[in-house]
């Protein structure tokens, strides 16, 4: 005789389910949903029993672990350019101090003394043909460097190239 397909093979009862029966059992009025929490509380699971002159039992070793997502590494910092430190040094060479010419006029005419003077009047306050510094004056490329510089940390401080960043707003920075 064949065994009848229809027919299902009853599953062995594991050691959780023999304890909820036997706690039903023990209190015959009680509903599953009542009897669930009282066999939680005695139902005692223990994978290796305590030895003999060992009371207490091993620590059972742990096997995987709890899976967590992966941390999203930080994207490598691409160039961006300061705009406005960038600014101040640009107008250092732009931009002529009182009865000169700029250096990039001089440094176009191809006149070196006048390039070198415009320069050191603008970056260094110093007048070379008086031979005297003038800070009121002269040193425009370093004043507007350092008023581009601040403006620079102050909009770091504000948050702004963080916005522009997330803006996906490419190299500019303030």
């Given amino acids: 005789m064949s065994p009848d397909p229809k027919k299902k093979k009853k599953r062995a009862l594991t050691a959780w389910q023999k304890h909820v029966k036997a706690t039903m059992a023990k209190y015959p009025g009680l509903s599953f949903k009542e009897a669930l929490p009282k066999a939680k509380l005695t139902y005692k699971k223990d994978p290796c029993p305590p030895r003999s002159g060992n009371p207490v039992s091993p620590v059972p070793k742990k096997r995987g672990g709890r899976k967590m997502a992966k941390k ?44 070198s003077d415009a320069i050191m009047a603008n970056w260094l306050c110093y007048d070379s043909p008086s031979g005297k510094f003038d800070f009121v004056n002269k040193g425009i ?7 581009g510089c601040l403006i620079h940390w102050v909009a770091g401080k504000f948050g702004v190239n963080r916005f522009l960043a997330r803006s996906k707003i490419p190299v500019v920075r303030v």
Avoid: N, Q, Y
């Fill in 72 to 115: 999203k590494g930080r994207k490598r910092a691409s160039f961006t350019l300061p705009i406005a430190p960038v600014a101040g040094i640009a107008s250092g060479f732009l931009l002529a101090p009182s009865g000169w010419a700029s250096p990039v006029e001089a440094a176009m005419a191809g006149d070196a003394k006048r390039f």
């Fill in 141 to 147: 490329g370093i004043k507007l460097t350092l008023v």
